[in-house]
């Protein structure tokens, strides 16, 4: 009995739930996250109105299915009755009357619009199959509907439901409003024809259509119902399209005309077909102001569904028939639709036109897989005919499905996309070319499902497909997926991937069959992914084993990529992780680096100096006693600081010991450099060269600080087989004048201080001795005691760029600069000092650059200028 007035929630009698038998029976806690779902449904951008209308057949939804499940005074029932009245009222004041519309696929209120109202979860879809099924086509609330009409009506829909299958008694359409009218429903009215305009050519078609069929057999026969067969859709579609080119306009036909091919076509067709589209008519009656030609062609578009759905529920129709199904149909109308007339400049009529256009069938096709129900789609999509599904379907649901957030939604679109990849073995050509289009235009959606580490059933399935395809076209689509495959391995980090596809592609013969296969190979590893995986290679983190493993695949793009991040700002802070990379690929890398020692490209000669310095110092000693003649001074400079450097100091022996072998082949500027790391390695195997130049005998070594410099090494080696020869530098006169310079016999003496234990010794050791405080922070080792300054002094650099600038600290090696203008490292300037009224001029090269000046070490000065330094130096020295 239908309730006539709200029921309080504190009279609910909380009985124990009784669920009718039926196999929709699903636990009730998933009523109540559908109830939370729906009053979570954010509101978006749509029109305020189409949101009410949806939140209140959202609510209508659930009653119905509560009705279903439950006794009628069980608590979720009641509760979605309420929620269901409330939500329902509030639309229907919003509105003024809400009515609303069942088509195929959702569910239209024509308040708002013709079209389907949003339905971004298919909730729509399911409430209009479920009202289809129950017979209704229209459904309107007036103003004064109240909750004991509404609890009627979920009621009615249930009988309707179950009495589906029965006879049908004659009753047709008209049994919705009598069980309306026997239960006293006044509120709601179903299946009631609303007053609207209607084209008038429409009309008259209408009318004949009743003339002709309304009083068919097959509408009272007590037998039950029998959906129409294949031949019947035919028949119909045939009168469909034959009904057309009297009703366009364009025709030029006279209304006499007109009426007597409607009537000679009603003639030729059968009774059958003339009521199966009759009844079409009065369940997608024309819409307001519709004019015939859309009208029909929507009208044909719902015979051809209806039939087909039905087909496919059943079982009668297969997947992979669907579409040569829709095509045969198809073909029908355009057949059917041509003019012969005397007006026959058209051939075909609009109907016919639009249903030749493939863009259209292949829409319909879509159409169709979308409107099919969750349940029948979900078992296609699990079996094997899955590759029948056209793409734009198939994506439809996985983004569903992947955009509902839960693992289970997910895990059946990842179980869905593999099957589908799995059908590219299907032996049919056709089929395989559709699955390889569908899988590039499914990537998006495999990237997204998949968000850690694609499966390898998706490479390997698609190589292995690619190895074996025959038809070019299809191929290409294959090579395409794989090369997005690796694009997303590559964009991810996952490098096992990546190298798992680029190997079972090199495996393949090399020959003119697999060709293909090798190019696509090549692509893979494409400008923009190998840069990607010389970038991950130097990240600063663990270096992955794979990445090594795939850029030795080309080692002359690798080293070329890291020349050239070399000449970038932050080159210099990269050279640890990419000597990490090169020691790990090993010799097919760091042989060719060695090559590139001996090439007449600076820059390569320069990456190749700095990136066997800090990989393999070894090499690079080999190299340097070969090509140490043809380089010009600055790259000796580079490649002997970059020995010198202290992260270098396991091989500081051998690198002494080559610099002593090919010392007189050096710049000289480079020389005093090379000459002081004999010194500080001790190498005495070098003491009898260092005596030879200190003495001034070396056939092309004289110059003065040079001669210096030799002086102090053998100082630091404490050569006590040098001491005479010091003595006989610093004492030797020649008449009343010293033979040597002043700096050199001051160099002399120090050095013998530091032999013999004299008194000075302290200075001395203070002035060049090899300080403690020398880091691995620095380029080169400190070989000298850096003094502060406490009034800093006025420079001048010379040249490009020149400018003024200070010096705060200085050493006899060299010295601290701060100017405004910023120097690089390498750079060779010259410096003018002004200490006092004394000027001291150097030669000097940038090592390193601060946050406020650059560190300069001097490799050249004149023999009076050295000795004004080391008076600067000792006044400052604090003992």
Known sequence: MALTARLPKQEVKHDAPSPQASPDVTPRTSLRQLANAVARVPLGTMDHRAVEVQRALRHLHLLLRSERLYQKDHPLRLDSLDSAYDSLRDANEMMGGLEIRVERGGLVAPRIGDAHLPDARGEMQALAMDLQRAGIQALAFSKKFHVGELDTLARL?????????????????????????????????????????????????????????????????????????????????RLLARLTPPLETARGLSPEEAARAIHGAMEEASRDSVTMLLSSVSQYGPREGERPQPYLLRLSEHLIFEFLTAEFSSGSLTASSVRPTFQRLSDVIVESGGYAGPHSSQHLSSLAVAWATETHREQLIDRFWLELSPREKSAVLRGSDVWCVPVAALRHTLGQLADAGADAPRREARNIVLNYARRIEQADASARRSVAAGLNELSPIIESLWPNQLPEDLSRGGMKALDSEKAPETAALLAAFVEALGRIAVTRGDYAGFETILTGLERVPQDKEHDHMTALANRLVAQDRWLLLVDAALANRALDPVLPRLLQRDPERLLDRLTLLLTEPRGAEMVPAMARLLRTIGVPVLNLLETRLYEARRQRVTAAIKLLAAADPERLLRGLARAMASWEWNLQDLAVSELMRPNNSASALSTAFVFSAILADAHPMVVPMMIDQLGLAQETTAVPQLM??????????????????????????????????????????????????????????????????????????????????????????????????????????????????????????????????????????????????????????????????????????????REKLRKLVQRHLHL
């Open 692 to 865: 030879e130049i200190a003495a001034g005998e070396h056939e092309t070594l004289r110059d003065q600080f040079v001669r210096i410099k030799a002086i102090e090494a053998l100082g630091r080696m404490r050569a006590t087989e040098a001491a005479e020869l010091l003595r006989r530098l610093a004492e030797s006169r020649e008449g009343l004048a010293y033979a040597e310079p002043a700096g050199l016999r001051a160099a002399a003496e120090d050095a013998l201080a530091l032999m013999e234990n004299r008194p000075s010794f302290k200075q001395a050791a203070a002035a060049f001795g090899a300080p403690a405080q020398s880091s691995s922070g620095y380029v080169i080792p400190r070989r000298y005691t850096r003094v502060p300054l406490d009034s800093p002094l006025r420079a001048q650099i010379e040249g490009a760029p020149a400018g003024l600038t200070r010096v705060r600290t200085i050493s006899l090696g060299g010295a601290y600069l701060e100017s405004p203008r910023r120097l690089s490292v390498g750079d060779s300037i010259k410096l003018e000092v002004r200490a006092g009224l004394r000027k001291i001029n150097f030669t000097a090269v940038v090592r390193n650059i601060g946050p406020d000046g650059s560190g300069v070490e001097f490799v050249h000065m004149r023999d009076e200028d």
């Open 157 to 237: 829909v249930k009988e309707s439901l179950l009495r589906s299958e029965e006879p049908a008694n004659g009753g047709g359409n008209a049994w919705w409003p009598a069980r309306l009218l026997e239960n006293r429903v006044e509120g709601i009215s179903i299946n009631t024809q609303t007053e609207r305009r209607v084209d008038t050519v429409l009309a008259s078609l209408i009318g004949a259509l009743v003339a002709y069929g309304g009083h068919s057999p097959r509408e009272t026969a007590d037998s039950p119902i029998q959906a129409p067969n294949f031949d019947d859709l035919v028949a119909s579609l």
